[in-house]
């Protein structure tokens, strides 16, 4: 299965700063890049994906970049608020569906 | 349409008691995938199933645990003899397809299943 990298495992922005999760995938074949954001005792909501046909997608205030030459990818929330806090996962599956370590971001008001 | 649904959402166990798990996927969505998440730790993948074919297995134990994806009805967890070391929550997710480039291919989970074994 992918193995797939993130960081940093917590992160703790003040309200309204951006704040940025960086994963690192290893199969250049990968075509499929999927943002996870799981709050405290529910089940991880997709928040926003992104195909290898593109580098940038936007949704509001949250985006993910993808740079396909140095495998990496990378979710971009702008003008925080307590509502994201909360544990985001990346994943770069071939198929299966295998996480990164998760990124625990706590916005503070 | 119905997201991901699991039942039950709390299981309580005795040590040497069996837990089954279920998950029922979204309509049409022919593949399914189990994790066990540990308090304050990541999803750990366990096993991927398509109908009636277990795709891979690799992150399940060989022993005790067992998932089965039937062609009719939910997909099962079962996890025999537990030990207080199962204890965590195990989520499903669920896809029409192989999870990869093509269009509508994103995976959905349900709200998870939280045993505790006791």
């Known amino acids: 299965g992918e193995n797939v990298e993130q960081h940093p495992s917590t992160l703790s922005v003040q309200e309204g700063d951006s704040a940025v999760i960086k994963c690192t995938y290893s199969?250049?074949?990968?075509?499929?890049f999927p943002w996870y954001k799981q709050e405290l005792g529910k089940g991880p909501q997709l928040i926003i994906d992104?195909?290898?046909?593109?580098g940038e997608k936007k949704d509001q205030r949250i985006a993910v970049t993808l740079n396909k030459t140095a495998k990496h990818f990378s979710l971009h929330i702008t003008e925080t608020q307590p509502e994201d806090s909360a544990v985001y996962f990346c994943?770069?599956?071939?198929?299966?569906?295998?996480f990164g370590a998760g990124t625990r971001l706590t916005v503070k008001p | 349409n119905a997201g991901v649904m699991q039942n039950p959402r709390h299981l309580v166990r005795r040590r040497g008691q069996e837990a089954r798990l279920r998950c029922s996927p979204m309509?049409?969505?022919?593949?399914v995938y189990w994790y066990r998440q540990l308090p304050e730790e990541g999803l750990k993948f366990m096993v991927y199933?398509?109908?009636?074919?277990?795709?891979?297995e690799s992150g399940m134990p060989k022993e005790r645990f067992s998932a089965e994806f039937p062609k009719e009805g939910p997909s099962i967890l079962r996890i025999q003899q537990v030990v207080r070391g199962d204890s965590a929550a195990y989520f499903c997710?669920?896809?029409?397809?192989?999870?990869?480039?093509?269009?509508?291919?994103?995976?959905?989970f349900g709200q998870g299943t939280r045993l505790t074994v006791v």
């Open positions: 997710a669920s896809s029409p397809r192989a999870v990869q480039g093509a269009m509508n291919t994103e995976a959905f």
């Open positions: 199969d250049s074949a990968s075509n499929y």
């Open positions: 992104i195909r290898s046909n593109v």
């Open positions: 994943a770069a599956p071939r198929g299966d569906m295998r």
């Open positions: 309509k049409g969505h022919s593949h």
């Open positions: 199933l398509q109908k009636e074919n277990i795709i891979d």
